[in-house]
């Protein structure tokens, strides 16, 4: 049998993979700093009568929308005015069942077989996965840390090719936290712009700002500079990822929206993705986002003024720069590499991390946590860490 070779990586569990199943089997973690889902520590889960909204009789009605229901589109836009005083129109807004499913059709819009899309390192890990099954191939430009995160313009210089369809951006950044400059926008619209490219900028953690950052962009919603979708959706604004609704916001100038709309139409044709009951469900659904928001915010912020206290310098451990997101990267000392830290931390301590290099980090000595986990678990994770570092140290 044939199968495609767009289907990236390894179609057997890894050991790393198989020893987290069996410990997990075995109730042998006790700390799982790893959790992306906030349903599973107890967050946004309070108020059931969310639910209410999505039995609206009238998604027994069928009403095929390549963009998306009008009303569903409009409170995305309510959501932009409230959250981020940006005022965006239904027009701009397409909507699909995830983000990352609109990152496989926007790689399906921009992008023949064999064209690539430049992404940061390190990032969110589904880039490689995502782009090859479109036929597209994911190339890599980094961002760079000297005390805060930036991006490293010389290597987008480096990373555009003439087969370069779109640059993706992530704002604030899974892992790092990192969020884009005014400034930074401003060189990459132009570097698109002059190049044809799309800029695609992935906004899904918008609402979760940890750490003051100066000039930092609000939205990308409204760029006029060059052709820009903006992406965010319910499975992080309302903290339901369950859910299943993405949108793209589409701007910039006015002829090429107006070409991409056409286009995107085909292509968002062949799916009619987002389901009815969500969609109608989708002002109620972000308006009951307001209180998970704000139990999430409350709890990444304490769990990072925690890791920072308990990381004093003598231990070795960095909290790095985190301006936003649900997870904190710590630099750890490089006296072991990454996998011996996972495994040590795993199996004598219990304690279970995600390594740099899942994130494609450029070099070792990373681990990335999340800021999810319920407070006096994360507590005692961190501080499991900070002495094994400590002791490390000092053999
Ligand atoms: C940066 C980033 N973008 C997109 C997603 C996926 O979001 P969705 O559930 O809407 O596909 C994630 C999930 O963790 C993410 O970290």
New binding site residues.
Partial sequence: MQFSSRILGSTSVTPWASAVERARARGAIRCDLTV?NPTAVGLGVSDPSALAALSDPRSLAYEPSPQGLFEAREAVCEHYLREHNATVSPKQVWLA???????AQLFMLHCDPGDEVLVPRP??P?FDALASLTGARATRFSLRYDGAWMLDTDSIERAFSPRTRALVL?SP???TGSRLREAELAWVADACARRGVALLV?E??AEFLLDPAEDAVATTAREPRCLCWT??????SAAL?QM???WAALSGPESLVREAEARFEHVTDAFLSASAPVQHAARSLLAHGAAARAEILARARANLAFARAATPTSCGVTVLGCEG??SAVLRVPNVRDEDEWLRALLEEDRVLVQPGYFYDFEREGFLVVSLLQREELFREGLSAIAARAERWLRE
Avoid: C, H, I
């Fill in positions: 992306t069942a995830s983000t990352s499913e609109l990152y990032s969110y589904l992530v950044n899974n892992p992935d899904v953690f992406l965010g959706g319910l499975s992080k990822p299943k609704l993405g997101g649900w």
